[in-house]
């Protein structure tokens, strides 16, 4: 632990890539939501990602950044966010997102699966489609989301590496942002969605709990 303190950033995340990076451990009388970015696979190319943020601040309560195929991150999307109380995730579907989709409906409730409504002209046919696209039009969504956030001091990162990100993140010729040659942004890309999630997350309806009830394994 000594050494990772004493090392650059760098070297630093190089070390804890793949490694499940917990702030807070889940309560059970709060509500989180899940962002997800996958690894479009190019040469060289960026790792998947994921964030978890607790709702009722915005903080940035685990974390997860690598390289797993797209059945494997599917896998682990799940099981983090049935840790932290059923969180309701925003899987990016861009690419290689469209794999880790399929493979987590059948491993996570799809009520608790971001999902848009899709119109199809050609049929008249407005189907929800599971995920996050995107596109031109919906990143600049996220991207101001993030810009207000920082404004008024409310952020919630806690991990050097979505920080590290964030600082590469540029507009391009063409008025985009987007990370700066040779660097990556699928870390600031799942935190922004989860952030975004934040804001779309559905009202749940808590059952109450009959206190007279035992919840005790031997009582069953």
Request: proline content about 3%.
């Amino acid at each position: 632990a000594q050494s990772l303190r004493d090392g650059n950033k760098a070297e630093q995340h190089r070390t804890l890539m793949n490694y499940l990076l917990v702030w807070e451990l889940p309560d059970p009388d709060e509500e989180y939501v899940c962002g997800a970015d996958t690894a479009e696979g190019l040469e060289h190319g960026d790792r998947s990602s994921l964030d978890i943020i607790r709702c009722s601040n915005g903080e940035q309560v685990a974390h997860w950044f690598g390289h797993l195929d797209a059945e494997l991150f599917a896998h682990l999307i799940a099981q983090v966010c049935r840790m932290y109380n059923n969180a309701f995730v925003g899987p990016e579907r861009n690419n290689h997102g469209h794999a880790v989709i399929l493979k987590l409906r059948e491993l996570y409730p799809t009520r608790y699966i971001y999902n848009e409504q899709h119109l199809d002209q050609a049929y008249d046919d407005d189907t929800p489609r599971l995920g996050w696209l995107t596109t031109r039009q919906s990143k600049p969504v996220l991207t101001e989301g993030m810009k207000t956030l920082l404004n008024n001091g409310l952020s919630g990162i806690r991990w050097s590496g979505t920080l590290s990100e964030m600082n590469t993140y540029v507009y391009d010729a063409k008025g985009s942002m987007n990370a700066q040659e040779g660097c990556f942004d699928d870390q600031l890309m799942s935190y922004m969605i989860a952030q975004e999630m934040r804001a779309r997350m559905p009202v749940r309806v808590k059952q109450k709990t009959d206190k007279r009830r035992t919840t005790h394994w031997m009582a069953h």
